[in-house]
Structures are given as C-alpha cells and as structure tokens.
C-alpha cells in the first residue's frame, strides 16, 4: 500500500497544530477563586484559552453567574476538557464544537428591561438556536423606558431566516420591534 499523495497547500491536522474551536458555558458561584477554578481544567487538559465572557450582573435561574468560554483544543482532547471540569464540580451548561456559521445583527426596541431581557435573550438563543455573541444597551430614560439592544447573533449557516422567524414571535411575544437586517440581496 502506497501513501497518498501529499498536497503541499493543505493543511492537515499535522501541520495546523490539529486545533479546532469549541465553546462551553458554564454556570459558576459567585465566590472569590471560582473562575480559576473552573480554567485549570481546561489548560490541564491541554486546552488553549481563547476568550472568556463573564457578566456579574447577570444571574442564571439557580442565581449563580454564566460564564462562556472559547477555547482550542485537538478533537481528541475536547472529551478530556469537559471531563476535567465536570471531575473539577464545575456546572457545565453547555460544551460543543462551535456550529454557527453566520453573523446575524438585529436591534430590539420596546420595554426590555420590564419584559426580562435575560428571558429574552435566552429565547433566543433556544427558540432561534443561535448563540448571544455580542450585546449592547442603551436605555435613555432608565430602566422603566423603553430602550433599544443590538444584538449580534451566530447562526447556523443557510439558517438565518428561520432565526430571524423565531426572534421576530419572541418579539411580538414581548412586544417588541424587531429590527432585522436585509437578507440575501446586494448592499
């Protein structure tokens, strides 16, 4: 049996180091050391930090605080990461290699402090499938008036419109105006 032959412009899992990006969500105490706690395994297990977000403000359900980390790792080690957390007591909420394909920005306008934007965004998140990767607020008169969030949003590829579908319910939903971007046609 001979060898194939060997594409000098590929790059194979030999020669890029066989990293791929994952990214995994955690839920942790609110307590001084919990956020080291929670690396160690991750670069332990020969995984490469690539960002870390992490929002006090912001508590889950169970009131601890959602931590979402990107990191890089060979495929084979992956498996080994997540069990070092979960051996380590660390609530995973989510672990996987990261599937989003496109980058969707929409703009909520309306109430969304009073109609519970963590619920919203966490909507969106399970009833659209993409994942929160960016968001910012503005609320000019305070937390009782209406304010605008954009969010930027990472979605399947070829799935940006059932997502858009979804996020469009939750805003009526919430009364909510949804502004999306055009789809599909030339800028």
Do not use: W
């Not at 020669?15 to 080291?36: F, Q, W």
């Not at 508590?59 to 957390?85: A, K, N, S």
């Not at 590829?157 to 909510?176: P, V």
């Amino acid at each position: 049996m001979g060898d194939a032959p060997v594409d000098e412009d590929e790059p194979d899992a030999e020669t890029d180091g066989g990293l791929r990006a994952y990214t995994v969500r955690l839920e942790l105490v609110d307590e001084p050391g919990e956020l080291l706690r929670a690396l160690a395994p991750i670069a332990d297990n020969g995984g490469n930090l690539l960002s870390i977000h992490h929002e006090r403000g912001n508590i889950t359900p169970r009131g601890h605080i959602p931590v979402e980390v990107d990191l890089e790792c060979p495929p084979d080690r992956f498996d080994d990461v997540v069990g070092g957390l979960r051996d380590a007591g660390v609530n995973i909420i989510q672990a996987g290699a990261e599937h989003y394909g496109e980058e969707v920005n929409v703009v909520l306008v309306g109430h969304l402090v009073e109609t519970d934007l963590s619920d919203t965004l966490s909507r969106i998140e399970d009833e659209a499938d993409a994942a929160v990767l960016d968001l910012s607020l503005a609320a000019p008169d305070g937390t009782d008036g209406v304010a605008s969030a954009r969010a930027r949003l990472a979605i399947d590829s070829g799935r940006s419109e059932e997502a858009l579908t979804a996020i469009r319910s939750i805003g009526t939903d919430k009364e909510l105006t949804v502004v999306e971007p055009l789809l599909g046609g030339d800028a």
